[in-house]
């Protein structure tokens, strides 16, 4: 990221202010004034009288102290005059044989935290955030907010920072800024990550170079999860310079096919056979392999081509049904993910029926998988108005990751839900941890009075599975059940499995 452009009018500024504002020019400013005057008369000394005035304003020498303009929510500066603070250590340091380091940190989920509390509580969280951030630094290091979710620190020129050091101190930042936060009486919680480069890793000597291998970090940071931690090095400008070529390459990778439904199966634990399956997006290079779905997800979403791979994925899961069915193998249903973006078309109940009718298929044979996070954050006509008309077409509604957002009863009574799939987070060690236990019985408890059916994620053990059966939660999906697996791989894997189920028990003799 080059800020060069933001902190032009700050350099400027501070080159100025001594030429300006010093004893020279004013001792002068007399002559100056009927010079002007003499050169061009009453018309020239009314433009100069309202010129210089404005000129100065303009540039920002009205400005408190002389300083640069400062964030009225933080009392930090902003980020012309970080930018202006990171040439200054930049160069000083260079000349010194210093080091110094740029931390920028950016708050998780800021948007929900907007969506959830409200501007003006947020506005007081992060009043409290930027004291806590001076709290934790030097006097003489360089704070500012950069962006509404974004704050940034440069250290002040020191002649001993090591990489140890300079996690230490991302480390106390981090940690400052995730203590409880009051609000309104209450106590609230943020994560943020961290991306930091000091002077002497700096991929090229310029400042600008410095802060954007900071952000480098920060991206780097952001695709690790919350509370995200990471140095810039040589290897990650490498991983991130290819970061960028995939995204360019996803549109193509998308139409070309290399984008696949891989099928990860689920299974009833009251008779062992298979529920289902759930479609999952996976992307094979042919160069580089596997690529992950936290990496090219963010890209189409980015192209907004996340319609566009939904069609895709609805297309591969009604094909491998009507391929199973051929096959004389029983998949009851498959479940495919709808995104925000998706739910908003107003077309889309009219593709999915046309989906359904070129495939010959019963709409209960598709599912649609919802995250909670979008029933929790959509008051939307639109997507109220298509999940439920999904739900009466017969398709069936999946509430996928439940436990992870704020969806109401009345939210799952409004989106006709029909199953509540438990996210990973719940189940695992539930068979070791008697507080996820607690956690997944009153969850299935729920559901149970609601008359909703049940589906547990991220089952990796045969205790998990045991476990999850004995409470009654009715479907689970996990490794420890099977991985996602592209669609020539099913056959066999359903042929295995079948062939481990025990024949039930013959009742009474033979007649």
Same mark, same amino acid.
């Given at each position: 990221m080059n800020m060069s452009n933001s902190g032009l009018l700050a350099r400027l500024r501070k080159s100025l202010a001594p030429v300006l504002m010093g004893p020279p020019v004013l001792a002068f400013l007399p002559a100056l004034t009927l010079g002007t005057y003499w050169m061009g008369g009453e018309y020239a000394l009314l433009c100069a009288a309202l010129g210089l005035p404005l000129f100065f304003a303009v540039i920002g020498m009205f400005s408190r102290g002389g300083n640069t303009p400062q964030d009225l929510t933080t009392g930090l500066v902003l980020r012309d005059g970080f930018e202006m603070c990171v040439h200054d250590i930049f160069a000083a340091s260079g000349k010194k044989g210093l080091n110094s380091a740029i931390f920028i940190i950016e708050i998780d989920q800021y948007a929900d935290l907007e969506s959830e509390y409200g501007n003006q509580s947020v506005d007081n969280v992060l009043r409290q955030l930027g004291q806590r951030l001076r709290e934790a630094t030097r006097g003489r290091d360089c704070i500012a907010r950069i962006a509404d979710n974004k704050f940034a620190i440069c250290l002040s020129a020191l002649p001993q920072l090591d990489l140890e050091q300079c996690i230490q101190l991302a480390s106390r930042y981090q940690t400052k800024l995730e203590q409880p936060i009051s609000l309104d009486g209450t106590s609230i919680y943020v994560t943020c990550s961290i991306g930091f480069c000091s002077r002497r890793h700096t991929p090229e000597e310029e400042a600008d170079s410095w802060t954007a291998a900071a952000f480098a970090a920060l991206e780097e940071a952001k695709h690790n999860g919350p509370s995200g931690m990471r140095a810039y090095s040589a290897e990650l400008h490498h991983r991130t310079k290819r970061r960028r070529?995939?995204? $360019?390459?996803?549109?193509?990778?998308?139409?070309?096919?290399?984008?696949?439904?891989?099928?990860?199966?689920? /299974?009833?634990?009251? #008779? $062992?056979?298979?529920?289902?399956?759930?479609?999952?997006?996976?992307?094979?290079?042919?160069?580089?392999?596997? /690529?992950?779905?936290? #990496?090219?997800?963010?890209?189409?979403?980015?192209?907004?081509?996340?319609?566009?791979?939904?069609e895709v994925m609805v297309y591969q899961s009604l094909s491998a049904i009507k391929a199973w069915d051929s096959a004389g193998v029983d998949v009851p249903q498959v479940g495919v993910n709808f995104a925000a973006d998706e739910l908003r078309n107003p077309g889309l109940i009219e593709r999915i029926k046309w989906d359904l009718e070129r495939f010959g298929l019963e709409p209960q044979r598709l599912c649609i998988e919802v995250l909670e996070t979008v029933v929790s954050d959509s008051p939307e006509d639109m997507i109220v108005r298509n999940i439920a008309s999904l739900g009466e077409l017969g398709c069936g509604v999946d509430l996928d990751d439940f436990g992870t957002g704020h969806a109401s009863i009345g939210a799952v009574r409004r989106f006709n839900v029909r199953r509540i799939k438990i996210d990973r987070s719940f189940v695992t060690k539930s068979d070791r941890d008697p507080e996820q236990q607690k956690m997944v019985a009153a969850i299935l408890t729920m559901s149970e009075r609601l008359e909703l059916e049940t589906l547990a994620e991220g089952v990796e053990t045969v205790g998990e599975h045991a476990l999850l059966a004995q409470l009654g939660c009715d479907h689970v999906q996990g490794y420890g059940i099977g991985r996602p697996m592209p669609f020539d791989q099913t056959l066999d894997w359903i042929a295995t499995h079948q062939s481990k189920l025990k024949e039930p028990p013959a009742i009474g003799g033979s007649s």
């Open positions: 070529n995939l995204h $360019g390459e996803v549109v193509q990778a998308l139409e070309s096919g290399q984008i696949q439904a891989w099928f990860q199966p689920q /299974i009833s634990t009251d #008779t $062992g056979q298979i529920s289902g399956f759930e479609a999952l997006a996976r992307w094979l290079h042919p160069v580089h392999g596997m /690529i992950p779905p936290t #990496t090219f997800l963010p890209a189409l979403e980015d192209a907004g081509l996340m319609e566009r791979l939904s």
